[in-house]
């Protein structure tokens, strides 16, 4: 591989531009150089970066029961996806695109709208992570802790009065579909062998980060928000058993 051009290893598995990226380098900057030269350039071990990119080819896709797991473990690993989210995925995409200079006409109108709309769904999605964070899992953990014995009885009782998971959960349904607009200016990321290999790791990463936002809000409607309903009926009833006692 080290005698690879980076175009060609890229056009191979275009996971491997992303790893690239971590490491420094650009591979629409040193397309037409080989790994070595490249890694040369960079002062990094050419071995150590084919086992980086080697490791991505035998890496198999995490699957996860985590209907077995408790509730406070879903939220974690929720905000562990946003953190993923927030600082790669989504810094890496906007980079791609920023770089993107499309050279030919049937590709320019799709760079000027990525170019605009990216930026754009960026701004909204990480509002809406640090929203939901705030609010919707900060009042899962607090039912949590009440039903562990951990919790403060007064601080929760005026967070029953302002919240709603029934709300939470009909607000979450409108934004299962952020990339909707993305989808249409790239015609549903339709790609082939004489796309230029940018748009084709652009429209890849797209897909990919797509797909993870779909596996994200199943994880969300299917798994936390059952739970949690649960969990804030039996807080409820908690609550009205101890008014009934006193």
């Known amino acids: 591989m080290n005698n690879r051009k980076i175009t060609d290893i890229v056009d191979a598995n275009y996971v491997?531009?992303?790893?690239?990226?971590?490491?420094?380098?650009?591979?629409?900057?040193?397309?037409?150089?080989?790994?070595?030269?490249?890694c040369q350039e960079k002062g990094l071990n050419v071995n150590s970066v084919i086992k980086k990119l080697e490791s991505v080819s035998n890496c198999k896709e995490e699957n996860l029961s985590l209907r077995e797991y408790?509730?406070?473990?879903?939220?974690?690993?929720?905000?562990?996806?946003?953190?993923?989210f927030i600082k790669q995925k989504l810094p890496y995409i906007a980079r791609l695109i920023e770089s993107f200079e499309a050279g030919h006409p049937e590709y320019a109108v799709i760079e000027r709208d990525l170019k605009f709309v990216f930026p754009l769904f960026v701004e909204d999605f990480i509002h809406h992570i640090y929203q939901e964070e705030?609010?919707?899992?900060?009042?899962?953990?607090?039912?949590?802790?009440?039903?562990?014995?951990?919790?403060?009885?007064?601080?929760?009782y005026f967070m029953l009065e302002r919240h709603s998971l029934q709300r939470y959960a009909v607000e979450h349904s409108e934004h299962d579909d952020e990339m909707r607009g993305i989808r249409r200016i790239t015609n549903g990321y339709q790609s082939d062998a004489e796309t230029p290999l940018h748009v084709r790791?652009?429209?890849?990463?797209?897909?990919?980060?797509?797909?993870?936002?779909?596996?994200?809000?199943?994880?969300?409607?299917?798994?936390?928000?059952?739970k949690a309903l649960m969990l804030e009926k039996e807080v409820k009833a908690r609550f009205q058993e101890k008014i009934r006692l006193n």
Do not use: C, M, W
């Open 16 to 38: 491997h531009a992303s790893v690239l990226f971590y490491l420094g380098i650009e591979f629409y900057d040193y397309s037409q150089k080989t790994l070595e030269q490249v």
């Open 70 to 84: 408790p509730i406070d473990l879903i939220v974690e690993y929720l905000k562990h996806t946003h953190y993923i």
């Open 134 to 156: 705030d609010t919707l899992f900060s009042y899962i953990i607090a039912l949590h802790r009440y039903v562990s014995n951990k919790g403060n009885i007064s601080q929760l």
């Open 201 to 226: 790791v652009i429209y890849a990463e797209l897909q990919a980060l797509e797909k993870n936002l779909i596996t994200h809000a199943k994880v969300e409607n299917e798994i936390l928000f059952p």
